[in-house]
């Protein structure tokens, strides 16, 4: 089970921290993607952590204005949003094993 938290509203420029709680499943023995859904448009890959944390990946939309962590001892994978624009603003799902969370909205609007 993966449950998704952080979102809300924020003015552009603002930040936001994702958490995603992972369950059910050895969390450090696997690797943890974030995925986001605009309105109208296909979920798409936004970063990618590895089981311990050393290798990360990002979508060049994002590159340099997020950050994605996690916590083995607390099985969880964090997505820190920093300078966040308009188009930044969807639902953000973790997603691990072919698995997703229910998913957290994230609006970027004055």
């Known amino acids: 089970q993966l449950v998704e938290s952080g979102g809300g509203l924020v003015q552009p420029g603002g930040s936001l921290r994702l958490s995603c709680v992972a369950s059910?499943?050895?969390?450090?023995?696997?690797?943890m993607r974030w995925y986001r859904q605009a309105p109208g448009q296909v979920r798409g890959f936004v970063a990618y952590?590895?089981?311990?944390?050393?290798?990360?990946s990002y979508t060049d939309s994002v590159k340099g204005r997020f950050t994605i962590s996690r916590d083995n001892a607390k099985n969880t994978v964090y997505l820190q949003m920093n300078s966040l624009k308009p188009e930044d603003t969807a639902v953000y799902y973790c997603?691990?094993?072919?698995?997703w969370g229910q998913g957290t909205q994230v609006t970027v609007s004055s």
């Open positions: 952590i590895g089981s311990d944390g050393r290798a990360t």
């Open positions: 059910g499943f050895t969390f450090s023995s696997y690797v």
């Open positions: 997603s691990a094993l072919g698995d």
